[in-house]
C-alpha cells in the first residue's frame, strides 16, 4: 500500500470575539501597576488595538499593542477601556471593562 505525502492545509479565518483580562484583578489603587491584555484567535494572527470610550467619536488609539500597560496608573486613567482585533479578513471589538482606581 502507497500513501502520498502529507499536505498542509491553511484555514484563514476572521478574529473570534477578543476578551479583555486585568491584571491585578483586586482592588487596583492609584500608583500601583496595571496591565490590560487583549486576547483573540485568528489566523492570520491579529493585531490589537487599544482605545479608552469617552463618548468622542474620534477616538485615537491608546497602544497598538496586545498589552496595555499602566506603570503608575492615576485616578484619571478611571473609565471604561475595550480593544479591536483585526486581521486582513475582519475587525473584531471586544466587550468593555471598567477600571476603577481608588485613591489611597
Same mark, same amino acid.
Given at each position: ?10 484555514? #484563514? ?6 476578551s ?6 483586586a ?10 491584555? +487583549? ?6 494572527a491579529?493585531?490589537y488595538t487599544?482605545? #479608552?470610550?469617552n463618548?468622542?467619536?474620534n477616538?485615537?488609539p491608546?497602544?497598538?499593542e496586545?498589552?496595555?500597560v ?11 477601556y475595550? +480593544? ?6 475582519k ?10 482606581? #481608588? +485613591?489611597e
Amino acid at each position: 500500500m502507497r500513501t502520498s505525502e502529507p499536505v498542509f492545509i491553511n484555514v #484563514k479565518y476572521a478574529p473570534k470575539l477578543p476578551s479583555v483580562s486585568v491584571s491585578p484583578s483586586a482592588e487596583i489603587v492609584e500608583g500601583s501597576s496595571v496591565t490590560l491584555t +487583549c486576547s483573540s484567535d485568528a489566523n492570520p494572527a491579529a493585531t490589537y488595538t487599544w482605545y #479608552k470610550r469617552n463618548g468622542n467619536p474620534n477616538l485615537h488609539p491608546l497602544s497598538k499593542e496586545q498589552k496595555l500597560v499602566f506603570r503608575s496608573i492615576q485616578s484619571s486613567d478611571s473609565g471604561e477601556y475595550y +480593544c479591536v482585533a483585526e486581521n486582513k479578513l475582519k475587525r473584531k471589538t471586544s466587550k468593555s471593562v471598567f477600571i476603577d482606581v #481608588k +485613591c489611597e
